[in-house]
């Protein structure tokens, strides 16, 4: 039996049939198997993985911001779950990205950072990111707002 959280570092023992996790954490994730035994011997069930799945919680999320038109817009994002989270960007609720169609929108996975080159007014709007995983999914937003170029 693996070392389980909160057993001062032994083995889970549990005497009964059932076996009772509480406050599960991502530390009890393991294999479990039940012994039998008595004056006979002993018997072993067959070995069950626990997996357990952390709801995804932000690390960076996204800040308004204000840019002139022209500049570049950056926006973050980055979350933390079990299994690691998925990320999706969405504008106005939805995946039309006029910054997309236009090849001007970058996501740098490896850097948690969504940009907007050569921003435009039909950039402004709410921007969502969200984190998804099979324990759920959880969701940030930023406004960005574009001011017109400076006369």
Same mark, same amino acid.
């Given at each position: 039996? #693996?070392?389980?959280?909160?057993? @001062?570092?032994?083995?889970?023992?549990?005497?009964?049939?059932?076996?009772?996790?509480?406050?599960?954490? !991502?530390?009890?994730?393991?294999?479990?198997?039940? *012994? *039998?035994? /008595?004056? !006979?011997?002993?018997?072993?069930?067959?070995?069950?993985?626990? *997996?357990? /799945?952390?709801? #995804?919680? !932000?690390?960076?999320?996204?800040?308004?911001?204000?840019?002139?038109? @022209?500049?570049?817009?950056?926006?973050?994002?980055?979350?933390?779950?079990?299994?690691? $989270?998925? *990320? +999706?960007?969405?504008?106005?609720?939805?995946?039309?990205? #006029?910054?997309?169609?236009?090849?001007?929108?970058?996501?740098?996975? =490896?850097? =948690?950072? !969504?940009?907007?080159?050569?921003?435009?007014?039909?950039?402004?709007?709410?921007?969502?990111?969200? +984190?998804? /995983?099979?324990?759920?999914?959880?969701?940030? /937003?930023?406004?960005?707002?574009?001011?017109?170029?400076? $006369?």
């Amino acid at each position: 039996a #693996p070392e389980a959280p909160g057993t @001062g570092g032994g083995d889970v023992t549990e005497h009964t049939t059932i076996l009772h996790l509480r406050h599960v954490t !991502f530390a009890h994730e393991g294999r479990y198997q039940c *012994i *039998i035994t /008595n004056h !006979f011997g002993s018997t072993y069930s067959s070995k069950a993985r626990l *997996i357990v /799945n952390v709801l #995804p919680s !932000f690390i960076k999320t996204p800040r308004d911001s204000t840019i002139r038109t @022209g500049h570049t817009a950056r926006l973050e994002c980055a979350a933390e779950g079990h299994p690691a $989270p998925q *990320i +999706a960007w969405q504008k106005d609720g939805g995946t039309d990205f #006029p910054a997309a169609r236009e090849r001007r929108m970058h996501v740098m996975p =490896d850097d =948690d950072v !969504f940009f907007i080159m050569d921003v435009k007014p039909e950039d402004m709007g709410l921007y969502s990111c969200t +984190a998804r /995983n099979t324990a759920g999914t959880v969701s940030a /937003n930023a406004t960005l707002t574009v001011l017109g170029k400076p $006369p």
